[in-house]
């Protein structure tokens, strides 16, 4: 279960040199995505700044910055104390490899406009909070944009707090805010600095399954191949979408 994770020795500069000293194929792929989705809905709704929140932020910078452009503020969001300190000491100042991120997302001109300030206004919006997942329930409706990738999936081997998760982020939007999540699909755990970690077995149809009930417009694409990243998964799930504006 996820209160039996060691999450305070989760390694994260491991996990960063693991997975994010360059950009993986999927990687962009999952950011073109996220980039698009995000994009078109503000083109359209462009008045209307949005208070984000990237849940499980963990060692991953890429889902704040999609949100930068349309952000008053940005909650970065992480049970694990490493991570908490990391998350801190790249709202300052973060680290040159995120910027090769920054060009995938700066090749749609929405991001493109704020390239030149992007450190300064992340560092002056974003706030990182160490928190559990599971408390969001009590802050529903708070934020207006969204982001989790890779984390509900990868809190327990459980299904239920699989289920629990996805719905406690979703609850934690206010209707019709947009959102993309992100899954690894059919993980058997993971391996941080020596450490297990573990993962509950998710298909693309379980996620569309999990999340349709408090989203509308919701999209599921798989990407990426079997251990493309690592060893023990089948493929990426990006679920993008709104939360639905009938649904308390």
């Given at each position: 279960m996820n209160a039996d994770a060691p999450w305070d020795r989760f390694d994260t500069r491991a996990y960063i040199e693991q997975h994010y000293m360059r950009v993986s194929d999927v990687d962009a792929e999952i950011i073109s995505v996220v980039r698009d989705h995000f994009a078109d809905h503000f083109s359209r709704n462009p008045?209307?700044?949005?208070?984000?929140?990237?849940?499980?932020?963990?060692?991953?910078?890429?889902?704040?910055?999609?949100?930068?452009?349309?952000?008053e503020q940005i909650t970065?969001?992480?049970?694990?104390?490493?991570?908490?300190?990391?998350?801190?000491?790249?709202?300052?100042?973060?680290?040159?490899?995120?910027?090769q991120f920054w060009a995938i997302l700066s090749r749609h001109q929405a991001y493109a406009a704020v390239r030149g300030e992007r450190k300064e206004r992340f560092r002056d919006i974003v706030?990182?909070?160490?928190?559990?997942?599971?408390?969001?329930?009590?802050?529903?409706?708070?934020?207006?944009?969204?982001?989790?990738?890779?984390?509900?999936?990868?809190?327990?081997?459980?299904?239920?707090?699989?289920?629990h998760g996805v719905e406690c982020f979703l609850r934690a939007l206010a209707p019709g805010a947009p959102f993309a999540a992100a899954f690894m699909e059919h993980s058997q755990?993971?391996?941080?600095?020596?450490?297990?970690?573990?993962?509950?077995?998710?298909?693309?149809?379980?996620?569309?399954?999990?999340?349709?009930?408090?989203?509308?417009?919701?999209?599921?694409?798989?990407?990426?191949?079997?251990?493309?990243?690592?060893?023990?998964?089948?493929?990426?799930?990006v679920a993008c979408g709104f939360r639905d504006l009938g649904i308390s």
């Open positions: 008045d209307r700044p949005a208070r984000g929140i990237d849940v499980g932020a963990g060692a991953n910078l890429y889902p704040a910055l999609a949100m930068l452009p349309w952000c970065l969001l992480d049970r694990s104390w490493n991570n908490y300190c990391y998350l801190e000491e790249q709202r300052h100042a973060y680290d040159h490899e995120w910027d706030r990182v909070e160490q928190n559990d997942l599971f408390n969001l329930i009590d802050r529903q409706r708070h934020w207006s944009m969204g982001t989790m990738f890779f984390v509900a999936e990868s809190l327990s081997t459980s299904h239920e707090q699989f289920q755990g993971y391996e941080v600095g020596g450490q297990r970690f573990p993962a509950c077995d998710v298909s693309e149809s379980q996620v569309y399954d999990c999340m349709a009930g408090l989203a509308g417009k919701l999209e599921t694409h798989h990407l990426g191949r079997p251990d493309e990243v690592r060893a023990g998964y089948t493929g990426m799930i």
